[in-house]
């Protein structure tokens, strides 16, 4: 029968009217042929454009009647059309199929990846050699046509957002919108899938190809100790890429750096800062001159910083700080292992802004060592600021002190009163932060310590205060203060915000997490993270482990730290999860009790006004509890009053 079809196209080529008309009733001559062989495919093209693919492998018999045509599978299940919907049959392919036309794994999508890494796409191949720590991927790819689909495992791909695990290989299908194919199921079965063209990515980690992570060499001029976190030694930067990341040989400064961390003995386990003259792209991270050598020299912390980030990562927060484990060694002597990373700061390897001349870099910090005209404590209630850019007098700027002063009192002021924070803050990013925070128990903030956030534009009533980077995650993952074994074993279920802390400014963060649209935001993107983030953290925990592995026993050994890092590597999944599972119940159970949400539908909108008028006027039953939006426990006018300014103060 797909031959007289073939020939009934040959005969009319030009003539799809023809076809379209008479093909059904070419089919309709023939239906005393109820079963006709197959002659190797038939892709049937409905009328929208839609093609249906059958394999003379998958199919059993076709039958035709005077209105349909049916596949039958070899299964017994059977695929139904109208012929009058029927625009083809043919049994060659009659279209052509899209391609891939690019596709890479950019870094801009991908925080754990080390520069771009561009696909060889070669016939129905792609190869990308990749760098970096971590099997999942998001890809940037184009096709040839903006129609076009790709999709694995039958889920459409979204350039740019659709995250994949590489190990083995995954095999796209790149077609049309409502193209399929009749296939085998793993059940034995049949069933429909996308149709398109078949490309195979294949992604080399060649992380896990090497047993020795990056080493750093640096010597100072004429071997001096670096003993001051004051002043810098000039020196000279030899980074071994061990064959996969970078290398690199050039000038630069180091000096000491961070506070509880920071030994006098310059034979410690110290931090330290490196300072380039230029911008340099050490280790190919993004290009910057200020880096930081993190020393993880607390016991039992080796691997916090590098989970924290990767936390931090997956939750959205914004600047993440990548953790890249080095080997380092000062004027030839072994310092042990420590942690690659940007310094926090507004510079493109950071913070990274199109305009900086009226923009604000700030750290909530009880510290508060900046020098004078550098600082401030907010009014109300004290909490010590650190300006840690502009520099004033040495960094161009159109501000003062006085300018970023009143932004921050204002919306400290706005806290204080319960007022709406909208126009002080966004919203998202600070609930990223927030749940960031709460997730890996970093309690650092309630201090507060290494508590950043930025402004773009100070002058600018439209611009907001942004929570973040992320910084100094030593003392989260379950530590308590003098327990090293702690780390991933305590405080799975620890309540977060509602602790009472010793920080003068505890208040402050839990004011801010009880408010009304921030545990909303929260809850969404926590209920978000609780799927694939979660299992990618969870994964990452041992990856990092197993390509940091060897510096870290060899820095164990040489600076004695009893810790069983491969067993802590095993906890962390499990506590994450635990303690995630903790997180959401208790934002979806705040969300649930919503004040103002009077039908329960989980926002609170002029249905709710509706519905409480209705309850007080004798009708309608209603969530009592959100109902109350007062809190006096008892429902009346004043909760109707009280919940229009909510509304009001929403908008």
Known sequence: ??????????????????????????????????????????????????????????????????????FTARDGRQFSYLLSMVQSVDSSLPKDLPTVISYQFNNEYNYQVIGDAVGRIQNNRIDVTVIGIGKRLTADFSLSSNHAVAYVDDVAQESKKSRLRFDPSQKYVVGYPGDQILLPTPSSGYAMHPYGREYTVTVDYVTDRITEVPRIDINTVGGENISSKEYYLDAEIIIDGMGVF???????????????????????KNPYRLKFASKKKPLGLPAGKNWVLLANNMLGSQLTNAYGMK?????????????????????????????????????????????????????????????????????????????????????????????????????????????????????????????????????????????????????????????????????????????????FKNLTTYDFFNQVYTGDQYWFFNKLSKNRKLTRRMCEIMNDFMGEPLDELCEFCGEYYSFARTSIIRSRTAFPDYTSYLTQSGNAPNWFRTRAEFIANRLNNAAALLPGDVDGDGRVSIDDVVMLIDHLLGDSPIDEQNADVDGNGKISIDDVVGLIDLLLSDN
């Open 246 to 268: 970078p290398s690199m040989t050039d000038s630069v400064k180091i000096k000491g750096r961070g506070n509880t961390s920071w030994s006098t003995n310059p034979n410690a």
């Open 1 to 70: 029968m797909l031959r007289i079809m073939e020939l009934f196209r040959k005969l009319h080529p030009c003539n799809q009217s023809i076809t379209r008309g008479v093909l059904p009733l070419l089919l309709l001559a023939l239906i005393a042929l109820p079963h006709v062989a197959l002659a190797n495919t038939s892709y049937l093209t409905l009328n929208n454009g839609q093609m249906h693919v059958f394999p003379d492998t998958c199919v059993s018999s076709v039958t035709r009647d005077k209105t349909h045509i049916v």
């Open 311 to 487: 936390a931090s990562s997956l939750i959205g927060t914004v600047a993440v700080n990548h953790i890249i484990p080095v080997d380092l060694y000062v004027n030839g002597t072994y310092k042990g292992s420590y942690n690659f990373t940007e310094k926090v700061g507004l510079s493109n390897n950071s913070v990274d802004l199109p305009d900086e001349s009226a923009a604000a870099l700030l750290e909530l910090d009880r510290y508060y060592d900046e020098p004078e005209g550098q600082k401030f404590r907010s009014e109300p209630d004290g909490i010590p600021v650190n300006i840690k850019s502009p520099e004033f007098g040495v960094d161009p700027t159109i501000i003062t002190l006085n300018d970023i002063s009143s932004r921050f009192n204002a919306f400290v002021q706005a806290v204080e009163n319960g007022e709406d924070l909208e126009p002080f803050v966004d919203i998202d990013k600070l609930a990223r932060y927030l749940l960031a925070n709460e997730l890996i128990c970093n309690k650092e903030i309630f201090h507060p310590k290494s508590t950043f956030l930025y402004h773009e534009n100070i002058l600018e009533d439209s611009c907001k205060f942004i929570f973040g980077p992320m910084w100094d995650l030593d003392w989260g993952c379950g530590y308590v203060m003098n327990t090293p074994s702690s780390y």
